[in-house]
């Protein structure tokens, strides 16, 4: 099993040309994340029922966190945090429903954290859905568009308050290699006027998630809360669910045996969000673009100032933040 064609031929071109300049390799000692425990951390994984949300879960809880698994099946969440707490013996491993395809989910879920929890540690922006038919969120966004970036840009937002109370808390948003094709097409950000291309908008979606990652940096700019973005590697998941590549004969057949040793494991994959959630060394470091464990250069178009700051106030005005916020702060 293959997870996708084009996800694996952007990995090839990638990692011929190095996955971008390499700007800093942090680690100070051993190839992974350090040991580091984070009991009384709290910490929301989203997409955590399958693939690297899961494993991310899995790890954060052995080291000692509550994980809270946020999924939009509770019956894949609840299998999932079961797992997890039988693996690790964690028991403060929760599953709560969140649909990033709806904003009213998602203000529920965050409604709920603020309401529940005193602070949030580390949010780790996992979920996406990558080269889907032409399908809408509730909100009638475009689906890759609207879950991967809008959601988060979303939830984020709303959790942020929570995020503010803890010393050096953190937030990932995995990307992908693939927003090195990707570009920002403002006058058409849901594919309303134009033929609809399925990889065009996971690309987008992904260069997006830099983006964003970039303008939260500056926003968050002396609050002690650190924003990264990273590219997890190509991994054997579900996110090639809808491309037909996913368990074709033609993948596991010709392109697994060829590309087996481009491809990781979830948990191979799941490395890189547990580093830069855990490791002592990242403490302040904030705004960069990691590709696996190590700092690079992203794509140009992705360290363009003028379209970080014009996304996020275009992503605001779609999701109606400033109402979102108001609502959050009356009594
Ligand atoms: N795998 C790779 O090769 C690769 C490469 C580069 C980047 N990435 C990135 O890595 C991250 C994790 O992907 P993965 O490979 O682990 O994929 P995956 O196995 O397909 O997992 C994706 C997760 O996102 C969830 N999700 C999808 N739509 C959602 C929604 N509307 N609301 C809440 N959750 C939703 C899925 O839930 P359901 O199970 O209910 O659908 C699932 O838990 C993604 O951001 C992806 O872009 C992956």
């Known amino acids: 099993m293959l997870t996708n ?38 910490v929301i994984v989203t997409g955590a029922n399958t693939g690297i949300g899961k494993e991310t879960a899995m790890d954060l809880a052995r080291r000692g966190g509550k ?38 989910s998602i203000k529920e879920f965050a409604r709920s954290i603020r309401k529940e929890e005193e602070h949030v540690d580390i949010l780790i922006n996992n979920a996406a859905v990558m080269r889907c038919p032409h399908w809408k969120t509730e909100d009638n966004f475009e689906m890759q568009f609207g879950v991967n970036h809008l959601g988060h840009f979303l939830l984020t937002n709303l959790l942020l308050e929570k995020m503010k109370r803890s010393v050096n808390s953190r937030i990932i948003n995995v990307s992908s290699l693939a ?6 097409d403002f006058d058409d950000l849901n594919w309303e006027k134009k033929k609809y291309n399925t990889k065009a908008a996971y690309c987008q979606s992904k260069l997006a998630n830099v983006l964003f990652t970039n303008e939260l940096a500056k926003r968050l700019q002396g609050t002690g809360v650190t924003t990264n973005s990273l590219h997890p590697g190509v991994a054997d998941t579900e996110l090639g669910r809808h491309t037909g590549m996913h368990k074709s004969t033609f993948s596991s057949t010709v392109l697994a045996p060829l590309f087996w040793f481009l491809v990781k494991s979830p948990k191979e994959a799941a490395q890189p969000s547990i580093y830069l959630a855990v490791n002592e060394e990242l403490a302040g470091i904030s705004g960069k673009y990691f590709n696996g464990l190590k700092e690079k250069e992203p794509a140009p178009q992705a360290l363009d100032e ?26």
């Not at 996955?19 to 984070?38: C, Q, T, W």
């Not at 927003?179 to 920002?184: D, N, P, Y």
């Not at 109402?323 to 009594?331: G, H, M, Q, S, T």
């Open 67 to 104: 994980v809270i698994m946020a999924c939009r099946d509770m019956e894949k969440c609840e299998n999932a945090a079961r797992e997890v707490r039988g693996q690790t013996l964690n028991h403060n491993v929760y599953a709560k429903h969140l649909d990033l395809a709806s904003t009213k």
């Open 306 to 331: 003028e379209t970080a700051r014009r996304l996020w106030v275009e992503s605001a005005k779609l999701v109606h933040l400033d109402d979102a916020l108001k609502e959050f702060e009356a009594p």
């Open 179 to 184: 927003h090195i094709a990707g570009e920002i």
């Open 5 to 42: 064609k084009y996800v694996v031929a952007a990995s090839v071109v990638g990692t011929v040309l190095g996955g971008g300049i390499l700007l800093k390799d942090y680690r100070r000692s051993g190839n992974g994340p350090s040991k580091a425990m984070i009991t009384g951390k709290t």
